[in-house]
């Protein structure tokens, strides 16, 4: 039988695993097709394609979770492939069909293999069969509250709520209790249905302080299989990944290679084919317990092929042609330590709230060896209320671990965002933390040590402000009026007619305020993007960066943004409404309990809001009643929107 011929290849996703997976598919020779909703008609990835086809609509549900709409776009550009990404339609067994039957090669395993392990709850039954060891859990078709109450209560309190078809937390809740099933499950369910379109669900024991480990298997169309080693995925918030290395610390050789195999039997069990994740908990006493397998390419597949030296979509698309494995087991590499850091849109000190908005900065890291950014965004880009709020990945590889940390260190402190909330900060702190250095790792590591990772606000310093206010003052006077470059009111170094050489700023950087009266006697020079200040004798250089009315200014490993403002018009910001309660991101609303004149309880859930394919509850922060409503099920809403006026009691 002859290859497949695969020339053009459509990336049916988005962000930075579509720019990664085309940026593969070129060095190959392929043509690439990007597709893209009405809101990513300009995003990055459908920039950099071969050819684009626009799918419509804005909320993934119209675009790029339509499957004749995919197939349609695959027809239209000439592409004899399609490779799903992660997240979306990749674990849909119904597009792996669909893709077959219109001829096309999905760069993915069989459809049967999908259906065998997609569920996790068939994954767990079949892993029973097997012999593969279980967490204790529910993964029958009942689906009715009684059921899952009955269940909860056989397997004991806490427990952990999953949605069948799913991953990357969406769908998951911690249950703690009975008292809060009923709405948990609710909840998990709507967030189910509206990203994978399956709202059925699971539940198992939550285990306390176990790791996550999970193992790489790659097999081909000859019945080939084999593991590139492990990753340890263990720190994690909200259930969702944030940071992966490879390998696993303190993993034995012999541990790997039992969890490796373990594995593979999986796989071949199911006929699997092209790239797979099998995951596991590991407890501290070296058991590991099956959990999922995701039959995709995983977001932190980089870390892998940063140890092995392999190119895992080269990989996927020689097997999709027909092509055997190029190496056994054996000759798998393991070469030194890889690090990877999901830099995501979103609020941390604000329980990690997804954020949108323009990017007026955004500066990644210089490449270099060891040094890899896998991200879907460029300075200026817009971040939407409809898609993962994930920008990109930092990856760094070093000779040990490190080795490799200092590094991904050094690229934290390179990159430069602005324009909305991130979590560079947040990953900076984990990176540095003594505990991480010291590779003590579980998946509760993040709340355990909240509040060195995520400290309360504290005061800025003197020199802070004195420097920041060095910053502004220089960068405006290098901004000189267009309109006459002559005239000395282009100058902004405080130069007044007939009055002393000084200048004032009333400057704000997070929430605080200061004024600052700066003379002819300067403490910091600004050259280029550089600010050079001394104090007792130290020098020191900043990176100092000025986009628009605002200055970003890095100090102590954070870059802060300072802005000017009036003093005069300078009002504290007010609700409209008083005792108003507003959206705390832009979303459409999934559901309003409420109605006007209802009396509630505090902790009251009030309107559930959708943002990013996850739902944010708001409550009431105290007992009161319902003096109005300014929103409705279905509508689209603003940050800072009134959503509902509570009167207290």
């Not at 002859?2 to 190959?28: H, Q």
């Amino acid at each position: 039988m002859s290859a497949p011929v695969l020339t053009t290849l459509l990336v049916a996703n988005r962000g930075e695993i579509a720019c990664r997976v085309m940026r593969t598919a070129k060095a190959l020779g392929l043509t690439t097709v990007a597709v893209h909703s009405a809101t990513d008609r300009d995003a990055r990835h459908s920039r950099e394609a071969d050819i684009r086809v626009d799918l419509g609509g804005s909320k993934a549900a119209d675009s790029y979770l339509q499957i004749d709409k995919l197939i349609a776009a695959a027809k239209a550009s000439g592409a004899q492939a399609i490779h799903p990404g992660y997240g979306f339609l990749s674990e849909n067994a119904g597009f792996a069909r669909a893709i077959e039957d219109a001829g096309l090669i999905f760069l993915g395993p069989p459809a049967s293999a999908i259906d065998a392990m997609g569920s996790k709850s068939a994954a767990k039954a079949l892993m029973e069969t097997a012999g593969v060891p279980l967490v204790p859990g529910y993964h029958g078709e009942a689906q009715d509250f009684d059921t899952f109450r009955e269940a909860c209560d056989r397997i004991g309190y806490p427990v952990l709520l999953k949605a069948t078809a799913g991953g990357g937390g969406k769908g998951m809740k911690v249950v703690e209790d009975v008292s809060q099933l009923a709405e948990a499950l609710a909840s998990a369910q709507r967030e189910a249905k509206s990203s994978f379109g399956d709202s059925r669900m699971l539940v198992e024991k939550y285990l306390l302080k176990p790791r996550h480990v999970e193992i790489q298997v790659f097999a081909d169309q000859h019945g080939n299989c084999l593991y590139l080693n492990e990753r340890d995925c263990s720190i994690q918030r909200r259930h969702q990944k944030v940071v992966e290395e490879a390998p696993a610390p303190g993993l034995s050789p012999e541990l790997r290679r039992a969890m490796g195999e373990a594995a593979v039997r999986s796989a071949q069990a199911i006929g699997y084919v092209g790239a797979g994740t099998v995951e596991f908990l590991l407890d501290s006493r070296g058991e590991f317990f099956f959990m999922e397998m995701n039959t995709r390419l995983q977001v932190e597949h980089p870390v892998t092929e940063a140890i092995t030296g392999l190119d895992l979509v080269a990989w996927q698309i020689r097997v999709a042609r027909g092509e055997a494995l190029p190496m056994t087991q054996a000759e798998v590499p393991l070469i030194g330590h890889a690090i990877e850091v999901r830099l995501y849109a979103e609020d941390p000190a604000n329980d990690f709230l997804p954020a949108t908005g323009r990017l007026e900065l955004y500066r990644e890291s210089a490449a270099g060896p060891g040094r890899r950014v896998d991200s879907g965004v460029e300075e200026g880009d817009e971040i939407s209320p409809f898609y993962d709020p994930m920008l990109g990945k930092l990856i760094a590889w070093g000779e040990d671990r490190e080795q490799a940390r200092l590094r991904l260190l050094s690229m934290l402190d390179e990159f430069a965002i602005g324009g909305l909330k991130t979590n560079i900060n947040f990953l900076r702190r984990i990176i540095a933390h003594p505990a991480f250095a010291a590779a003590e790792l579980d998946t509760g590591f993040i709340p355990r040590f909240q509040e060195q990772l995520l400290p309360a606000p504290s005061d800025l310093s003197d020199a802070f402000w004195q420097a920041a206010a060095q910053a502004v003052a220089q960068s405006q006077a290098d901004s000189p009026r267009a309109d006459d470059v002559s005239s000395p009111w282009a100058i902004s170094n405080g130069f007044r007619a007939g009055l002393p050489k000084e200048i004032t700023l009333h400057l704000s950087c997070e929430g605080q305020d200061r004024a600052l009266t700066l003379g002819d006697v300067c403490t910091a020079q600004l050259k280029g993007e550089q600010l050079l200040t001394e104090h007792h004798g130290v020098r020191r250089q900043h990176r100092a960066i000025r986009r628009g009315d605002s200055v970003y200014l890095q100090w102590e490993g954070e870059l802060r943004r300072i802005e000017s403002y009036d003093p005069i018009g300078a009002v504290e910001a007010s609700h409209s409404h008083q005792g108003g309660l507003t959206a705390p991101m832009n979303g459409s609303i999934v559901r309003v309990l409420v109605e006007a004149g209802q009396t509630v309880e505090a902790g009251a859930q009030l309107v559930v809001l959708e943002a990013m394919k996850m739902e944010h509850s708001i409550r009431a922060p105290h007992a009161g009643v319902i003096k109005a409503l300014y929103c409705q099920e279905g509508e689209m809403v603003s940050e800072g929107s009134a959503l509902v006026e509570l009167e207290e009691a």
